[in-house]
């Protein structure tokens, strides 16, 4: 899973003007920004022989200071995604289709920034879809 977020960050990051983080983000965050998240990597068995693929999704929560920069920062990051394969030694994945679930725009109460009082956030999910690579 480490290789697939790691490729996953290194997309947003070079296809976007925006800082990722994986799982919480470290530090003071320059605004807007986009936080990634998954499991450690759900499994399921699909086949006869047993053999385990990774059937599991991607969260990609992206904040801005105002819901239109929200909007701004969904359009740049599913530009990135969508069609994008994530790489990994151990996994050969499918392109990213578009989100399949999207959560509104929303602010962000827990969260109150000098000059700009609450941030806002939405939340697309994707498919994040592969099968063992074999050696």
């Known amino acids: 899973m480490r290789a697939l977020?790691?490729?996953?960050?290194?997309?947003?990051q070079s296809e976007t003007p925006y800082k990722a983080y994986f799982g919480e983000v470290t530090g003071t965050p320059e605004y807007p920004y986009v936080l990634l998240w998954t499991?450690?990597?759900a499994l399921e068995s699909n086949t006869l022989?047993?053999?385990?693929?990774?059937a599991d999704r991607l969260g990609v929560t992206m904040v801005a200071t105002t819901g239109i920069g929200v909007l701004n920062v969904a359009k740049h990051v599913r530009t990135a995604l969508t069609g994008f394969t994530p790489t990994?030694?151990?996994?050969l994945m499918?392109?990213?289709?578009?989100?399949?679930?999207?959560q509104p725009v929303e602010r962000d109460r827990d969260v109150s920034l000098p000059n700009y009082g609450y941030p806002f956030f939405a939340v697309d999910l994707?498919?994040?879809?592969?099968?063992p690579k074999t050696y």
């Open 88 to 91: 990994s030694d151990q996994w």
């Open 49 to 54: 022989d047993g053999v385990r693929d990774l």
């Open 94 to 102: 499918e392109a990213f289709r578009p989100p399949f679930d999207s």
């Open 39 to 41: 499991s450690p990597g």
């Open 5 to 12: 977020i790691d490729s996953l960050i290194a997309r947003v």
């Open 126 to 131: 994707y498919r994040l879809n592969g099968t």
